[in-house]
């Protein structure tokens, strides 16, 4: 595993180049990719900076709406073979993306065949440049509430529609919050390996509120929250030998009132506390 900087869950408006020079400031090992930035600026310029700050990349953020209109989708996957190319010759493998949990439109069965669909075809782009894919469920109950349909929120779920991708290069992007508030353990992912684990992100829930009554905005820093075990979430994926990138997603107000670089402190800080060794 190795700690990657990503400005934009902490709430820290700064670009990518920054992103990058922040990174390497506060001793993170590598930076999530911006892909708008690469595909302006060139893949070897960012390849200049992640070796000039000794950074490794992180994953990048799949630019498709899994479970939009299908004209939406078109139009985007279209525009997908690019931004793969250009990710590959950074040599950020990993792409990554959240799949919503239900909805008022179709039911589970039919949801299902077409996100199987869908992310075969990306699958099979990605696969071209010996990229992976993550895909992360969300778990809240909350994020179910008033919805017809409810849909993939827990790990098995998203690890039947992984393993029915025949590419073989889908995986999971693993949430500590997600396990959590889908009623799992953070031991649970020692049942995993570590070729189904594309992606993660650490954070703590809030303290004193039920798995069930979570929102997924609203969380926490990794240990502030009291919620779950982050600590022993990471401790279990480095004992299966996981080789991912790890970020901190906490969506925390408070980060939100501190100046960027203490905002930054506080997110490093918190990792530290919970990372393995």
Not at 172 to 188: E, K, P
Request: aromatic share 8%; proline share 5%; charged share 25%.
């Amino acid at each position: 595993m190795f700690s990657v900087f990503a400005a934009g869950p902490i709430r820290v408006k700064v670009g990518f180049e920054e992103s990058v020079e922040l990174a390497a400031r506060f001793g993170f090992d590598g930076v999530a990719i911006d892909t708008g930035y690469a595909m302006t600026a060139s893949p070897e310029t960012v390849v200049q900076m992640l070796e000039e700050h000794h950074m490794l990349p992180g994953a990048w953020g799949l630019p498709i709406r899994l479970m939009g209109p299908e004209e939406d989708y078109r139009a985007q996957f279209e525009k997908l073979p690019a931004v793969a190319e250009c990710c590959a010759r950074i040599g950020a493998l990993r792409a990554s993306t959240w799949v919503p949990c239900a909805s008022d439109e179709m039911p589970y069965d039919e949801a299902f065949k077409l996100l199987l669909a869908r992310v075969t075809e990306i699958a099979a782009v990605l696969k071209d440049h010996d990229e992976r894919l993550g895909l992360e469920f969300v778990g809240p109950a909350t994020s179910r509430a008033g919805k017809k349909y409810e849909f993939i929120h827990t790990m098995d779920q998203m690890l039947a529609l992984c393993d029915a991708v025949p590419t073989g290069n889908v995986g999971l992007l693993l949430d500590a919050f997600h396990v959590f508030t889908s009623g799992g353990q953070m031991d649970d992912v020692l049942n995993l390996k570590d070729e189904q684990i594309v992606n993660v992100h650490v954070n703590d829930g809030i303290g004193g509120v039920s798995a069930e009554e979570q929102i997924d905005g609203i969380r926490e820093l990794p240990n502030a929250g009291g919620a779950f075990d982050c600590a022993r979430f990471l401790a279990n994926l480095k004992q299966i030998g996981c080789t991912s990138p790890v970020m901190v997603e906490p969506f925390c107000k408070r980060l939100t009132e501190m100046t960027p670089e203490d905002a930054i402190r506080a997110t490093k800080d918190a990792l530290d506390s919970v990372w393995p060794d």
